[in-house]
Nanobody
Framework: QVQLVESGGGLVQPGGSLRLSCAAS????????MGWYRQAPGKQRELVAD???????SYADSVKGRFTISRDNAKNTVYLQMNSLKPEDTAVYYC??????????????WGQGTQVTVSS
């Protein structure tokens, strides 16, 4: 029906950068909010950043000034540019999207998660 496919995770040194991408596909009428969550070992999943269909973004305090979320509505894709990465950013990152399919109300969908590891 609807799938979210993530890419861009990997291993990076402290201070480095990564760009995550998440593309939604399927029977999509429209996408409202899109966001990125992360879950570090032994911790609960937390919201990293989200963005509305109109482009209004919000961020967790821990990533403000370092991460930038953006989206391409024509491609049903959301991005997370991560700069000045720290070891504490190490986590599995999950994409989330509020998707409206034809003749149905919006429903949250999740990606499979992609590992980001920040280490020397």
């Amino acid at each position: 029906q609807v799938q979210l496919v993530e890419s861009g995770g990997g291993l990076v040194q402290p201070g480095g950068s990564l760009r995550l991408s998440c593309a939604a596909s399927g029977s999509i009428f429209s996408i409202y909010g899109m966001g990125w969550y992360r879950q570090a070992p032994g911790k609960q999943r937390e919201l990293v950043a989200d963005i509305t269909s109109g482009g209004s973004a919000s961020y967790a305090d821990s990533v403000k000034g370092r991460f930038t979320i953006s989206r391409d509505n024509a491609k049903n894709t959301v991005y997370l540019q991560m700069n000045s990465l720290k070891p504490e950013d190490t986590a599995v990152y999950y994409c989330n999207a509020e998707v409206e399919i034809p003749r149905a109300p919006p429903v949250d969908y999740w990606g499979q998660g992609t590992q980001v590891t920040v280490s020397s």
